[in-house]
């Protein structure tokens, strides 16, 4: 399946300092005093920023909470939701073009095999179905978003992991503004969301290019041509 760029991949280690750590804890402590992120609890511009381009049969790949899985039934779609239960670097266990989108959100940069993962999601999406994909920006000054993350993207890399030239992009855009407070924001707004609405619309209305945690694109499949 020609998906993929070409030339030597390279090769990114994550050597998180003592900030990454730290804010990695305080990100934790929130999951557990609220469940969940603070973010899904919260009604802030942008967060759900892909459901104009949703259609069809729809699955989520490493949906972790479920929480985009369940704003996509809500919007209508039928929607299957899988996380730890596959592993995403083997094939998937669904037929050739079985679905109309694929959710890859904030994945990609947890697996060794990044490219494999996006030729099982070519081979299942249908001709004109769409990739909507979120990864974290790499940045070398700041050092890596999270321990777990195999690796970060900047744009050029991004652009020749996916092979563009065998998808339409329908859509290039940023997540949110990077600060050196973020954990420490997710850990005070769990114990007061309207502090992190705020913040968090602050975080989305200030990003750019070069200062996002991440990006965010909708590919759309191009047929094979035979």
């Not at 804890?25 to 969940?36: M, N, S, T, Y």
């Not at 699955?59 to 809500?74: I, K, M, S, Y």
Request: charged residues 30%; proline residues 5%; hydrophobic residues 40%.
């Amino acid at each position: 399946y020609p998906v993929g760029g070409t030339g030597r991949r390279e090769q990114q280690k994550n050597d998180p300092g003592i900030g990454t750590m730290v804010a990695d804890l305080f990100k934790k402590i929130a999951i557990r005093v609220r469940g969940v992120h603070p973010k899904h609890l919260v009604d802030v511009p942008g967060h759900y920023w892909y459901v104009r381009w949703l259609r069809g049969l729809i699955v989520d790949l490493g949906c972790g909470t479920g929480a985009h899985a369940v704003r996509c039934r809500r919007e209508g779609f039928e929607t299957v939701a899988v996380d730890k239960e596959i592993n995403l670097e083997q094939p998937l266990p669904w037929r050739d073009e079985e679905f109309q989108t694929v959710l890859l959100l904030d994945v990609l940069e947890h697996l060794d095999h990044d490219r494999e993962c996006l030729q099982e999601v070519w081979r299942i999406l249908r001709p004109g179905g769409r990739l909507i994909l979120s990864v974290p920006r790499r940045d070398d000054h700041r050092g890596f978003l999270d321990p777990d993350h195999r690796r970060e993207y900047d744009i050029r890399t991004l652009k020749a992991l996916c092979g563009i030239d065998q998808w339409i992009m329908l859509y290039w855009g940023v997540t949110v503004r990077w600060t050196r407070f973020d954990g420490l924001m997710d850990f005070l707004g769990a114990l007061w969301l309207p502090l992190y609405r705020r913040w968090a619309t602050w975080k989305h209305q200030t990003a750019t290019n070069e200062n996002a945690t991440g990006f965010r694109l909708v590919l759309e499949k191009l047929p094979l041509l035979r």
